[in-house]
């Protein structure tokens, strides 16, 4: 099992990116999948998970209208493209997934599988 994540960097508030998470070892479907973030000094929290019961996507209101999660099946990879990113976006982002919860929560202890991380860098 392998998380690859990638696409982070640089950007100016406002500015867009996408990040890829690259998934090898097990198949995405019927298991949760999320995006989390960690800034230092701060918990990891949740933008973006897809229930693995009912398919539906949760975002924060953080991110809400801002952050988009996608998947491609076929290339077993998820991508969440960010918008409009402010400065409290910076963080390492992380791609998970979770084979013993749904993720209703999208809470990190739901996910027991994670990639290395990517920075994600905001400047004002």
């Known amino acids: 099992v392998q998380l690859v994540e990638s696409g982070g960097g640089l950007v100016q508030a ?9 998934a090898s070892g097990f198949s995405l479907d019927y298991i949760a ?8 000094g701060k918990e ?3 933008v973006s998970c897809i229930n693995s019961l ?3 996507t949760y975002y924060p209101d953080s991110v809400k209208g801002r952050f988009t999660f996608s998947r491609d099946n076929a290339k077993n990879t998820l991508y969440l493209q960010m918008n409009n990113l402010e400065p409290e976006d910076t963080a390492v982002y992380y791609c998970a997934i979770g084979t013993l919860y749904s993720g209703s929560y999208c809470e990190p202890y739901e996910y027991d599988h994670w ?10």
Do not use: D, K
């Open 14 to 22: 406002g500015g867009s990116l996408r990040l890829s998470c690259a």
């Open 33 to 40: 999948i999320g995006w989390f973030r960690q800034a230092p």
């Open 115 to 124: 990639g290395q991380g990517t920075q994600v860098t905001v400047s004002s």
């Open 44 to 46: 990891r929290e949740g």
């Open 54 to 56: 009912n398919g539906r």
